[in-house]
């Protein structure tokens, strides 16, 4: 009776340190990594982008930041850090003919992506005044308070008008690891969809998410 009873001290001690560890690290993961974002952009992802459309513009001496933010992670028992990051490339440039400010936006989750995507803008942006495709929304496009130096119309997706081999699918594309599986058209959808989401959800400020889409509301 007495080895039954420590056996069974033993196994509850046991489970009480796995259960309390994985609680633990639950509970840092609510309370210590919270989402940043400012709006609910992918519940609208699809509105925004079915009043996207093609515009072509010339890049002119345009300024390329960098930076990174963090996200909300998901939760991973095996991980006592659940901390993620988004990296932002943000390109910004005047328009002559449209006289308005435009920025493209791009942003990864993938650190190999990012690294790769600033590999690929030393390519394909290193001469000024590159034409190129850009994806804009319409609404923003029309939207008066957009244009300026402050506050520039966003593009969530480009392409050179001129087409090149060197692509930024074509530097990602394979079966190494952090290397993107999928076609081309794929590629642009998830591009675009991964854009345009991270961009109404961390950069669009909640008035204009809220002149857009309304206002959102509360989970109960």
């Known amino acids: 009776m007495k080895r039954i009873l420590q056996i069974s001290s033993i196994s509850l001690l046991a489970v009480g340190l796995i ?14 990594n919270p989402d940043t974002s400012i709006n609910d952009g992918y519940s609208n992802l699809a509105s925004y982008l ?7 513009l010339n890049m002119k001496d345009f300024k390329e930041s960098r ?3 963090e996200v909300k992670a998901k939760f991973n ?20 003919a449209l006289h308005k400010y435009f920025s493209i936006f791009y942003f990864f989750s993938n650190a190999g992506l990012h ?9 394909s942006l290193e001469d000024s ?8 929304n319409k609404v923003d496009f029309a ?26 699918y074509s530097l990602v594309k394979g079966n190494k690891k952090g290397d993107f599986n999928g076609s081309e058209a794929d590629f642009k959808k998830y591009m675009l969809n991964s854009n345009a989401g991270y961009y109404l959800s961390y950069v669009k400020s909640k008035h204009d998410f809220e ?3 309304g206002k959102e509301k509360k989970v109960k």
């Open 19 to 32: 259960f309390g560890r994985y609680l633990g690290r639950w509970l840092i993961n609510v309370f210590d």
């Open 77 to 96: 028992p095996s991980s006592s850090d659940n901390t993620a990051f988004a990296y932002k490339h943000e390109i910004t440039f005047y328009s002559d």
């Open 211 to 213: 002149k857009m889409f």
């Open 115 to 123: 690294q790769t995507f600033g590999m690929y803008l030393t390519r």
């Open 143 to 168: 939207d008066v308070s957009y244009g300026t130096k402050e506050k520039p119309i966003p593009i969530v997706y480009f392409e050179p008008k001129i087409g090149e081999s060197y692509t930024f």
């Open 67 to 69: 930076s990174f933010f």
């Open 129 to 136: 005044g590159e034409d190129i495709i850009a994806t804009v």
């Open 50 to 56: 079915s009043k996207c459309d093609t515009i072509t």
